[in-house]
């Protein structure tokens, strides 16, 4: 589904990111918990939240998501939305609730994400799964190898990955994108 029919769907305002609407969009997650989205949330989503603070932004980069709707008429401030220009991350608004904004775009045909609790590896085996039928090998990351100019939005602290959930999309963002080794 396109960003514009999504647009069009929730009756949405673009914040930023107008030159972006073109965009497609693989699936939907809403969430007010960030760590929901980090544990739960597929590449390329919709990000559905209540929030508008940095930390979605940031949340946002990690998972690579393809755009942000603020519902319930929330507004982001100058800041976030200048901050998701600077990424080229597309902000909408929908004055509808999360539950309906969700309900909306899945009878439009927007699929959510089909990860389930405690299913910690499903994006990066589903990767690699791809690459192995592609005929490439997926390999492994050097100890503390860190994507060029993205070490504040790839989970990590003091120089080394988060523990946890995050570090299976941190190794799949890793793998997808070699550009970013060193």
Not at 153 to 168: K, Q
């Amino acid at each position: 589904m396109k960003l514009r029919e999504v647009q069009a769907i929730l009756e949405a305002e673009v914040f930023t990111g107008a030159d972006k609407l073109d965009l497609e969009v693989e699936a939907g997650f809403g969430s007010d918990l960030m760590s929901d989205v980090l544990a739960f949330a597929c590449s390329r989503v919709l990000l559905l939240t209540g929030l508008t603070n940095a930390h979605v932004i940031h949340t946002a980069t990690m998972i690579d998501a393809a755009a942000i709707v603020f519902v319930r008429g929330k507004r982001p401030d100058k800041n976030l939305i200048n901050a998701a220009a600077n990424l080229g991350l597309p902000l909408l608004g929908t004055r509808l609730l999360m539950y309906d904004s969700c309900g909306r775009l899945f009878q439009a045909g927007l699929k959510g994400c089909s990860r389930e609790a405690g299913d910690d590896q499903a994006a990066t085996s589903s990767w690699e799964s791809k690459q192995k039928q592609e005929g490439k090998e997926a390999g492994t990351l050097p100890h503390g190898a860190m994507p060029a100019g993205r070490e504040r939005s790839v989970g990590v602290l003091r120089g080394r990955v988060s523990p946890g959930r995050s570090y299976w999309r941190y190794r799949k963002t890793c793998l997808e994108r070699p550009e970013w080794l060193p």
